[in-house]
């Protein structure tokens, strides 16, 4: 997969096919809730392993019932690409 | 136990007995490395049943083979007290 960084046309029309992401500092992010802290962080170790999957590995942030899943790509000049994309993809069809 | 700020003196006191944390923008935070992703994720799982014994959450920040741990109190505040130099001290237990 490509690690040229996406153009801002494009980071649109992906995110129209990506409900509740958003494009912030030349990430993708999402913040989900759960019913407790031990729900977010099994969420944590499970989107942990599409990190693992893709060699790409999506920054993940638990404050108590809440998981930021928050990626960009550092071979793109930290910039999002193609495998952010496919990443945030990836973590929505798991957790939603 | 108590959810009254520490002193500054208090907290330099107790960071004497808590190698590697640091007190930062009145949070205790200590980061360590681990051995690839899943590692890291399966110790932030780790400290986060800490967490839940004690009903009081640090949040957690996993970066690759990164985590993150930082706690404050907010009953207190967002200021450092006794509940978050118990959880540094039981957290180092546990990751070292």
Same mark, same amino acid.
């Given at each position: 997969?490509?690690?040229?960084?996406?153009?801002?046309?494009?980071?649109?029309?992906? @995110?129209?096919? %990506?409900?509740?992401?958003?494009? =912030? +500092?030349?990430?993708? *992010? /999402?913040?989900?809730?759960f019913?407790g802290h @031990?729900?977010a %962080?099994?969420?944590?170790?499970? =989107? +942990?392993?599409?990190? *693992? /999957?893709?060699?790409?590995?999506?920054?993940?942030?638990i404050n108590y019932n809440k998981?930021?899943?928050?990626?960009?790509?550092?071979?793109?000049?930290?910039?999002?690409?193609?495998?952010?994309?496919?990443?945030?993809?990836?973590?929505?069809?798991?957790?939603?």
């Amino acid at each position: 997969m490509s690690d040229q960084p996406l153009t801002e046309a494009e980071i649109e029309l992906a @995110l129209s096919e %990506l409900p509740g992401w958003t494009h =912030v +500092g030349d990430k993708l *992010e /999402q913040t989900w809730t759960f019913d407790g802290h @031990l729900r977010a %962080l099994a969420a944590a170790s499970a =989107v +942990g392993f599409l990190n *693992e /999957q893709r060699n790409h590995h999506a920054d993940l942030t638990i404050n108590y019932n809440k998981l930021r899943v928050s990626t960009t790509t550092h071979s793109a000049g930290n910039k999002v690409s193609a495998k952010d994309t496919d990443l945030a993809r990836a973590v929505s069809a798991l957790l939603e």
